[in-house]
């Protein structure tokens, strides 16, 4: 098999590729002699451990060497902007034995997690080698601001109507402001990669329609048993969708980082007549918190520009509970609440109510819960001021420089990936995934 590799690199490399080839070929043989993985015993496990992490060295350390070339290889010379799961598709096509094949991944799909083999780890050793480069990594993190195709279909309708419902999200324009109302009202608004595909097509289009000035999110009302008929903000990752092996690295746990909420942050990257001087279009966020924002809802309060919170409501991000690492959490809460804090919550689990004083923190103002509504009006007026636009990009430079966020988000691509198939979070999600969605 030839990678299209220069000669010249690939005698740089020694043997490497041969040898990853070879190795790839001999972990597929050993899984696939074995039972499915949850049935494996220990000395399988082993065995199938062994081979895979044989593999998986090779391709670390032949990404080591040639990330730039093989990214360039798929970016032609990185003027085709690829999305993640394009990215990805592309590598398994020039690069057998790089990453998972389309026909290996669609083996997995309809197994729980606890029987799939981990190829995601896989996408993960490449996604952090490209994130990692100095070159590749900010061409990928351009690609994915980037508005979706699905939302570019939908504008002319948002446009036209001012309202857009999706499975997960309804967004409508009132009075120049984009409300993003999200209504899992069946799951708390647990997020899947239905959720984040709904979340990251309703912001572009927010971004997007020029008569929004300001975007706000907040929860709609449940029919969830022990909630309904009240709002509720986020249950965070849908645990019964992760048991179910529905929960996967690049169209959910890596999309949304550099999806939607970097969105959030950034902007959108789109031609419009301030190119020249600023390539993006960013607007201020307003966040609603109604009963909770429990992990992946939390860490969406890190990057808003105002959080108001009903006084009954509380912030938690349960990520040793869950076993996984709480998105860019770890990267942002420090920088908002101080390193104590940021380590009572993420390592032991605390729970912060929007009413005691450490909340204020990742909180902005308090209002009884028949309040909010008046309170995100005041917000969304104080955010409409002309620099304000000006000034939050600029405090965004400042406080989230975009080489860091690279390069945190370059160790969460294969830090999360063995997260997602450690036995430990494969048994608690099985646990809780009856419970709590």
């Not at 391709?59 to 080591?64: N, S, Y």
């Not at 060497?65 to 398994?92: C, I």
């Not at 999360?416 to 430990?424: F, I, N, V, W």
């Amino acid at each position: 098999m030839t990678t299209g590799l220069p000669a010249e690199e690939g005698a740089g490399s020694g043997a490497l590729w041969p040898a990853l080839t070879e190795a790839a070929e001999h972990a597929e043989k050993v899984t696939a002699s074995l039972p499915l993985p949850g049935a494996r015993s220990p000395r399988q496990r082993a065995e199938a451990d062994a081979a895979k992490n044989a593999a998986r060295a090779l391709r670390a350390r032949f990404l080591d060497v040639h990330a730039d070339t093989v990214y360039d290889r798929l970016t032609d010379g990185r003027t085709t902007p690829l999305r993640l799961h394009e990215l990805v598709e592309a590598a398994a096509a020039a690069f057998p034995g790089l990453v998972p094949s389309a026909e290996q991944l669609a083996s997995e799909r309809s197994r729980p997690q606890a029987d799939k083999e981990g190829h995601e780890i896989d996408q993960g050793i490449l996604i952090r080698a490209v994130l990692r480069s100095p070159l590749a990594g900010p061409h990928l993190l351009d690609a994915m601001l980037r508005p979706t195709p699905r939302a570019l279909r939908l504008l002319p309708e948002f446009r036209r109507t001012g309202l857009v419902v999706t499975d997960s999200v309804r967004l409508e324009r009132r009075d120049g402001a984009a409300h993003l109302t999200m209504c899992r009202d069946d799951c708390l608004n647990a997020e899947d990669d239905r959720q984040v595909d709904d979340m990251e097509t309703v912001v572009d289009l927010a971004l997007l329609d020029p008569e929004v000035r300001v975007g706000v999110l907040r929860g709609g009302e449940m029919t969830h048993p022990r909630y309904r008929g009240r709002r509720v903000f986020s249950a965070g990752i849908n645990l019964k969708a992760m048991h179910a092996g529905d929960i996967s690295l690049v169209d959910f746990l890596l999309r949304r980082e550099i999806g939607y909420i970097h969105k959030l942050v950034r902007g959108i990257l789109t031609e419009h007549d301030g190119s020249w001087h600023t390539p993006t279009v960013e607007k201020p966020w307003v966040a609603a918190v109604d009963s909770f924002a429990i992990g992946g809802g939390a860490q969406l309060l890190m990057v808003f520009d105002h959080v108001i919170a009903a006084s009954d409501a509380f912030l938690s991000l349960p990520a040793a509970k869950e076993g996984i690492v709480p998105g860019a959490a770890d990267f942002r809460l420090g920088r908002h609440s101080g390193p104590r804090i940021s380590r009572q919550v993420v390592l032991h689990g605390r729970r912060l109510m929007a009413s005691e004083p450490d909340a204020r923190t990742l909180i902005d103002e308090v209002t009884e819960p028949e309040g909010v509504d008046a309170a995100v009006e005041r917000a969304v007026e104080r955010l409409r001021a002309p620099a304000v636009n000006a000034n939050r990009r600029m405090l965004n430079l400042a406080e989230e420089p975009p080489d860091e966020f690279r390069r945190y988000m370059a160790e969460f691509a294969l830090q999360q990936a063995l997260r997602l198939y450690g036995e430990d979070v494969i048994d608690k999600a099985g646990r809780f995934g009856g419970g709590r969605s």
